[in-house]
């Protein structure tokens, strides 16, 4: 099978995006653009299908001017089905849907947090790494193993992105929350917040709690912001060593948005490097939710043969562990 070109579609939740990807791994485009609710509000999923609406042809035109292509050039098309919200999956998918039958291009299915995964291992050049998957939709620890993707541990209620983002807006600030939140804790102090672990899993939703009566109670915003990151990634850091030490892996890679944070990246290095392993980030144009992690899923599945298994258009719930993934 020669070079092969595919074009990916990411649309889970507030960013619609475009990507252009060859199977050399060159980046041909990658093409965004992002729904933000009003300043104090989440999500309103109805609003992110619209904003996807009015925004497709456009990103889709950029991506093709970016990469000096046409449709007719392009080989495969793979769209994200899930996890997420279903207003935008569901237009995310009929768009490509229609991109396919009208160009007769194949078209197959991505799992979005599989794809977080392949893109920071293609971008990183790690081989068999703990993935640290944190974002304002899902936190996991995650490992290649045995031919699968396998859960190491998770969050039992609400990610860690969106225990930030709720923070957050209760201070007031714009979304999204964690950027916000980590500039404030620059000049914050400790005070105590739930520290919530069970087992290899962990819990965000009481500190969440914890933090905004802090707040209400007249804490210092700055106070707040430091404690619920202090608290929160040393959790995180804690399960991720668990699962580094029974695995045996010695790469450590931090995908998904909330792998920015540099207070983060401190505590998970400092971890590493006591652990004799090596730490590893996304590049931050990739770590976010982007149309090119779509496509270079969606171009690895088409090379290997891999079929979805289903026949849905969506799957909201979609885990990272359900995918009977090919070896990568």
Do not use: W
């Given at each position: 099978m020669g070079s092969l070109t595919c074009l990916g579609i990411e649309g889970t939740a507030h960013t619609f995006g475009v990507g252009i990807i060859n199977s050399e791994g060159k980046v041909l485009a990658n093409e965004k653009s992002v729904y933000n609710?009003?300043?104090?509000?989440?999500?309103?999923?109805?609003?992110?299908?619209?904003?996807?609406?009015?925004?497709?042809?456009?990103?889709?035109?950029?991506?093709?001017?970016?990469?000096?292509?046409?449709?007719?050039?392009?080989?495969?098309?793979?769209?994200?089905?899930?996890?997420?919200?279903?207003?935008?999956?569901?237009?995310?998918?009929?768009?490509?849907?229609?991109?396919?039958?009208?160009?007769?291009?194949?078209?197959?299915?991505?799992?979005?947090?599989?794809?977080?995964?392949?893109?920071?291992?293609?971008?990183?050049?790690?081989?068999?790494?703990?993935?640290?998957?944190?974002?304002?939709?899902?936190?996991?620890?995650?490992?290649?193993?045995?031919?699968?993707?396998?859960?190491?541990?998770?969050?039992?209620d609400i990610p860690i992105g969106n225990c930030l983002d709720i923070v957050s807006r209760e201070m007031g600030l714009p979304m999204p929350g964690g950027v916000e939140i980590e500039k404030l804790a620059k000049n914050g102090e400790y005070v105590e917040l739930p520290y919530v672990v069970k087992g290899m899993d962990v819990s965000f939703s009481g500190i969440a709690t914890a933090a905004i009566r802090l707040l209400k109670d007249g804490v210092r915003k700055e106070n707040v912001a430091y404690s619920l990151q202090e608290t929160c990634f040393s959790m995180l850091t804690e399960v991720t060593e668990r699962a580094v030490a029974h695995i045996g892996k010695e790469e450590v890679l931090l995908v998904g948005g909330v792998a920015v944070n540099k207070r983060l990246q401190q505590m998970v290095n400092q971890m590493c490097e006591e652990r004799e392993a090596k730490m590893y980030v996304v590049p931050k144009e990739y770590g976010g939710d982007n149309g090119l992690m779509i496509a270079w899923t969606g171009l690895l599945a088409y090379k290997s043969g891999w079929k979805p298994g289903f026949k849905d258009k969506i799957k909201p719930k979609w885990r990272t562990d359900e995918v009977s993934w090919f070896q990568t």
């Open positions: 609710p009003q300043l104090g509000k989440g999500i309103v999923p109805h609003e992110a299908a619209q904003h996807h609406k009015e925004n497709c042809e456009k990103i889709l035109k950029n991506a093709l001017l970016k990469a000096n292509l046409e449709l007719k050039d392009i080989d495969v098309l793979a769209y994200s089905c899930g996890p997420g919200l279903s207003p935008p999956l569901i237009f995310t998918a009929n768009f490509a849907i229609e991109l396919s039958k009208k160009h007769k291009k194949p078209l197959l299915p991505a799992n979005h947090c599989v794809a977080h995964l392949e893109i920071g291992k293609l971008m990183t050049h790690t081989k068999e790494p703990v993935y640290m998957y944190l974002s304002g939709g899902n936190t996991q620890v995650i490992a290649f193993v045995e031919g699968k993707y396998r859960i190491f541990g998770e969050t039992e």
